[in-house]
């Protein structure tokens, strides 16, 4: 690792799919079957570090893949093989930046459910956010995204695949200066 890359700032990035609705959840699971969008969430995450809660951890049901897996808890009892545990945001966040300069590419993607992305839309830098058209039943949503704070700096329009449920954009929001 070189001092300029140990100097510059680590920036937080939430990743999540949005329905029209703003629901991102339902009974412990995504509410929706989106294949093309499962892939574009593993170009934009691997080779990064993803803090995800608990109960996101056991939705996916295994650590991703050729990433650093970070899931918080609060259970001091909780044993998750191949994944690091931290019972804080702040702890969570510790272990991120020390993973990003690691690897030297200086992006944290936050991952999800709704708990995490409450605790971290004030901090986040960036949004990658998947615009799901569709509106589905739903028990976790994700915090609104106000236009005066962020700005939409990118867009890609995906048809429905023939295992997507939906299409969907995929849109890039940075916080505005
Ligand atoms: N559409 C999407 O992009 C997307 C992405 C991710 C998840 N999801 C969906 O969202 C739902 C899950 O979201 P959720 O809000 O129910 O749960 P969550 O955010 O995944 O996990 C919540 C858990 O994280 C831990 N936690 C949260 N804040 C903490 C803190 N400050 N310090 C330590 N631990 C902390 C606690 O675990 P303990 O209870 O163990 O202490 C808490 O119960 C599922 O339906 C999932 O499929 C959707």
Known sequence: MSESTSDKKVEIILVAAIGENGVIG??????????????HFKRVTSGRPVVM?????????????????????????????GATLATSLDAALAIARDD??????????????GDVFDATMAIADRLEITHVHASPKGDVLFPA?????????ARQHYDAGPADDASFD????????
């Open 26 to 39: 339902s009974n412990g699971q995504l509410p929706w079957r989106l294949k093309s969008d499962l892939q």
């Open 100 to 113: 990003a300069r690691r690897r030297g590419i200086l992006e944290i993607m936050i991952i999800g459910g």
């Open 53 to 81: 809660g608990r109960k996101t951890f056991e939705s996916i049901g295994k650590p991703l893949p050729n990433r650093t897996n970070i899931i918080m808890t609060r259970d001091l009892n909780f044993a998750a093989a």
């Open 145 to 153: 995204i106000d236009p005066a704070v962020w700005r939409e700096t």
């Open 170 to 177: 995929t849109v890039t929001y940075e916080r505005r200066a």
